[in-house]
């Protein structure tokens, strides 16, 4: 009987200290990051190259924020033309020397790069008197895929409660039967 006592104890003591860690507030934040601070996705992202220059781009809900960088340098180009098609739909990318990066803000273009999907996009560069073409891929997620991200196995939890349950049943079935078998032949 004390193991049993012990064993739900015990079950009793870890479910609620595994249960704590990943809780989701109400717009799925993980509630057990550092204090004041919710992490969210900076959405979907680009990133293509060529022997001369590399991109990383980031889709947000306004535009879509281009980083250019030289290649075997890493030094930012920047003041340079920047174009970007999608499917025959193009834009120019403005250039922000606040922040060293290129934006496309067309509505249009920011339309249809907010579907879920796949989305092959061509970037012709103009830099001096280099000129380059870098095509890459940005893939948007739907909605359930962004939330798919692990959570607590709760069905398997469940499961596994019950056979402890039922194996702690069998244990003291069969040390009870012992104890009183072992009494009728003493």
């Known amino acids: ?47 293509t190259f060529t022997e001369s220059f590399e991109l990383v781009g980031r889709l947000q809900a306004n535009e879509l924020s281009i980083l250019i960088d030289r290649y075997e340098t890493n030094e930012p180009v920047l003041n340079a033309k920047l174009e970007v098609d999608l499917n025959g739909l193009k834009a120019l990318a403005k250039f922000h020397s606040d922040h060293g990066d290129y934006a496309v ?36 997620a739907s909605a359930t895929d962004a ?5 607590f196995p709760w069905a398997w939890s469940v499961v596994g409660l019950f056979v402890v349950a039922v194996l702690l049943f069998a244990i003291f079935r069969f040390r009870r039967r012992k104890k009183s078998t072992g009494n009728n032949h003493a």
């Open 147 to 151: 939330d798919d991200h692990a959570h």
């Open 1 to 47: 009987m004390k193991l049993l006592k012990f064993c739900v104890f015990y079950f009793v003591l870890t479910m609620s200290a595994i249960a704590a860690p990943g809780a989701h507030g109400p717009d799925g934040e993980h509630l057990d990051g550092a204090a004041g601070h919710v992490h969210r996705d900076a959405g979907p992202r680009i990133e």
């Open 105 to 140: 803000n067309d509505e249009r273009m920011l339309k249809a790069l907010a579907k879920p999907g796949k989305h092959a996009l061509l970037f012709t560069l103009t830099a001096d008197n280099e000129s380059d073409l870098l095509e890459g891929t940005l893939i948007v």
